[in-house]
């Protein structure tokens, strides 16, 4: 089977990363996207265990597609049964660009047309009344793909957020945030910013090796070849990786509201018992330790204060940061002004996404420990 792992812009090293820690030998990215050859397994347990990655998905088949009689022809030989069960919904989604066909509702239209035949041939049968399954469809240069989405929602959704505070980070996001820095589980991590706490939960899920997808459901299990046994069995090897290291995360906000939230998201991930919540205007922050890694999405501009208030935020938060001597400090954010803000040079700088938003990953390195 073909797997194709998505990856948000800027996170491809993390995703590449992961991959390989999961045994995927030299994973290429072509547009973001990476081709891993496998078994349903290996499918069930890339949703179980891929913290950076967006979405997961089969690729069905590939095949040139200029005109509609062709779009429908080569979609005609795809035998859709085995995926998809008798009764399944299925919805089209998809995407054109640099090709002849360019109308995406159209060619959903044939496409979908094509699948229902498919299935009528295997089960003699059209009646859509079972579980929806996307399929995905691109057709660029007028080369169609055809995919199925084996997770459903996308892999960011973990299952312990129902609750957000204002502007959430993506937990994906977050995860490559935490990946793209010097953080390891013996370090201590702060985020003086957490609002619903994503890179809090996100970086103690990583200290105790806990499994992104344990506590959620995939549209794989609605696929033919699912087998509920082996899901059962990758999520109990995965629960027996869990390790018992302690990680030291602080996280504080100056909202009350955010901490109440964020230590419930905590407390359904499992790992409210290590992060300390401290209701806290960043300017009071001050801790004793010689060494922290500062890792924070301080408010935008354009999203939850004025521009005004977001600089003083900055220059104010720069001021922190420096009394806090061999620290290490990773922001994210849209503000483009951040090292004049922080009268500090930025190490490196990075472009990533944030729901849309263009932003700069600001790395400013502490001294390191002596051995
Ligand atoms: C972009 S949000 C952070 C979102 C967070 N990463 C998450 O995933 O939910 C920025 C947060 O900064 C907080 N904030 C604003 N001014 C602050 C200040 N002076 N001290 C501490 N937190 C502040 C806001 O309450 C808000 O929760």
Redo the contacts with the bound molecule.
Sequence with gaps: MKIIVSSAFGTEASVKRELEKLGIEKPKAFSGKFVVEGDFELLMKLCIWLRCADRVFIELAEFKASTFDELYENTSQIDFSKFLKKYTKVYLDGSCSASKLMAIKACGGVIKKAIMNSLENAYNITSETGELVVIYFSIVNDWCKILIDACGDGLHKRGYRAI??????KETL?CSLIDLSIYSPKKLLC?????????AIEAAMIARNIAPGLKRHFDFEKLVPFSKPTFEKLKREATCLENDIIPKIFA????EE?ILLARENAKKAGVEKYIEFKQ????DFYLEEEYGVLI?????GDR?STKDEVKK?YSDFGKVFSSLKNWSCYVLTDCKDLEKLFKRKADKKRKLFNAKIECTYYTFLGKKPEK
Aim: glycine share 6%.
């Design positions: 957000t505070y204002s502007a959430p980070l977050a985020d003086p910013f957490c609002g619903s706490g994503t890179i504080s906000d100056i909202s955010a806290l205007d960043m300017r924070c999405n301080p408010p935008y939850l935020i």
